[in-house]
């Protein structure tokens, strides 16, 4: 039990904003903020701040990364451990909504798409996105 009290418990909202073409957004990590990250892409989102209601803390995040209002209650599709990092639990919440416009982009990513569930399984296929959403797209949450 006394491990337990050194690891750092962090949580992450994640969203899958969906078009009226139902496309998703996908944003491409920018190289030259994140050089560790391979140029991979991603879904908006990140981690919260304490004291904040997790809808707040995903307007934030939907906000800063893509310039875009989340007006609508987004679906909370799944709860994730992530356990990657020895002393380090993240709890990812994935939730889906649907928006409308293109994002203009914070300098966290350099470019976007909107691809269909297909796309984003062929990315997830050449390790170009986290398997995270893989397993959510498995189990047949987004739609």
């Known amino acids: 039990m006394s491990d337990n009290k050194k690891i750092k418990l962090q949580v992450g909202v994640k969203i899958f904003l969906k078009n009226k073409n139902n496309k998703y957004l996908i944003l491409h990590r920018n190289i030259e903020k994140y050089p560790d990250n391979d140029g991979n892409w991603d879904i908006v989102g990140g981690r919260i701040d304490r004291g904040i209601s997790l809808l707040e803390n995903l307007q934030r995040e939907v906000k800063e990364e893509t310039q875009l209002d989340l007006e609508n209650n ?12 020895k002393g380090l639990h993240v709890v990812r919440l994935t939730y889906i909504a649907n928006i409308e416009g293109d994002p203009t982009l914070s300098d966290e990513h350099d470019r976007f798409k909107w691809l269909s569930i297909e796309g984003i399984k062929k990315l997830i296929a050449e390790n170009r996105m986290d398997i995270y959403s893989k397993e959510l797209i498995e189990k047949g949450l987004l739609k």
């Open 74 to 85: 987004p679906q909370l599709i799944g709860a994730q451990d992530i356990l990657r990092v």
